[in-house]
Every structure is written in C-alpha cells, then in structure tokens.
C-alpha cells in the first residue's frame, strides 16, 4: 500500500517564473493538505482540498494556489515566484471528519536562484 | 488555534529512555494529541496519538494526565537513528488550518 508520494523530489526555477507541484494521497484518503517547510522550521500550513475545493487556508498569498482531482491527487501551483519560496513543500493526507492522523510525503525541495 | 510549547532540544545516550514534555494550554475539547518525527530532507512520520490517559504501540508510549494540558512523548531504549526532531501537534485534521506545527524537539542520541 503506497503512502503518500510527491513529485518532483527537487526542482531549481528562477525568480519571476511558475511551478507545478505533484502529490498522490494515501490509499483511501480523500482530503490533501499543503505545507511549506523552510530550513530550521516547523512547516506553515498553506492549504487543504476536499472533495475539490479549497476547505481551509492559511496566511499565503494568492500566489500561491491549488487543485484537486477526482482521484483525490492535488496540484500546488505557486506564481511569481521569490527567493522566499525556496522551502520544502509537504503534501499530507487524511480522512474528512476522521481522527485519524495525516500522513506526509517526502516532500518537494524547490530551491529559487 | 491550538499552540503548543516544548523544548528547544534534548541530548540523551544510546539505551536510555528518553521523555519529552509538550504544553498545549488551550486545547480543546474535541482535540487529539499527534507527534511525529522527522529527519533532515523528509516528510514527518507519524509516531502516536492519543485523546486521554495513556497510549502505546510498538515505538512509543503517550502519557495525557487528566487536564489534557501537557503531554509527554516516551522513547524506550533510543539508539543513534532516533535522532530527529520531534513535534508535538494538537487539534483535528478536519481543522487543519487550525494545527500548528512549533519549531519541535531537535534530539541527539550519543553513542
């Protein structure tokens, strides 16, 4: 049973350009959360999508944004992009309305030059 | 939204037992206690998670006294790969926006 998996494992873009972020969810998991991890941090909640809508979202610009699929993956596209966005990106999944915990990918390592 | 509080970083030694201590003072009612370990360069892996009294599975064990406002994360017998940081996280994923990861618990495990 795959766990959640992200892809690319790295990427390097330059400032000003755009990037697609990929994440396939845990077998039987319907909602995907987005994280941003900068080094020495805790990672910052950016988003959750659920049934293909965006249910929550933290303090990031309108950049930075998302999309799920009816096989419950999920996009993270990110505009414009700064030197600040040079972070490990996390995708976690879960079950709506469950307390089961989510589960994290290895996450996206985008480096901004 | 639902903060917690633990140290910065603990050292301990291979064998040992090693307990560390999370404060959540405003956790809510319906709010589960999660911790999870992470190594450099990947995701957090989740460790144990529990709502009262005390938990344990095969790695950990969790202890919640009754006022739910602290937590304690129990490693028996660490050994070298045990060094990670460890966070402590309270809340519901339904409310995702709602947890808040800290800048955790960096452990180093000497030989």
């Not at chain 2, 450099?40 to 969790?62: C, D, H, M, W």
Request: overall charge neutral; proline content about 5%; aromatic content about 10%.
């Amino acid at each position: 049973d795959a766990g959640v998996t992200q892809s690319p494992t790295h990427l390097i873009k330059t400032r000003g350009q755009q990037v697609t972020l990929r994440c396939s969810p845990k077998s039987g998991h319907d909602t995907v959360s987005w994280y941003q991890q900068a080094l020495g941090q805790g990672p910052q909640f950016i988003f959750q999508y659920y049934e293909e809508e965006e249910r929550q979202r933290g303090n990031f610009p309108d950049r930075f944004s998302g999309h799920q699929f009816p096989n419950y993956s999920s996009e993270l596209n990110v505009n414009a992009l700064l030197l600040g966005d040079s972070a490990l990106y996390l995708c976690a999944s879960s079950v709506m309305d469950s307390n089961q915990p989510q589960h994290f990918g290895d996450g996206t390592r985008l480096s901004i030059l | 939204l639902a903060k917690t509080t633990q140290p910065i970083s603990m050292d301990s030694y291979e064998g040992q037992e090693v307990n560390i201590t999370c404060s959540h003072n405003n956790i809510a009612t319906n709010d589960y206690i999660t911790w999870y370990q992470q190594f450099p360069s990947q995701g957090p892996r989740f460790i144990i998670q529990g709502y009262k009294t005390k938990v344990t599975n095969e790695v950990a064990s969790l202890f919640i006294p009754a006022d739910r406002k602290s937590s304690t994360l129990s490693l028996p017998r660490v050994s070298l790969s045990d060094t990670a940081v460890y966070y402590c996280l309270v809340g519901r994923y339904s409310s995702a926006s709602k947890i808040i990861f800290g800048s955790g618990t960096r452990l180093s495990i000497r030989p």
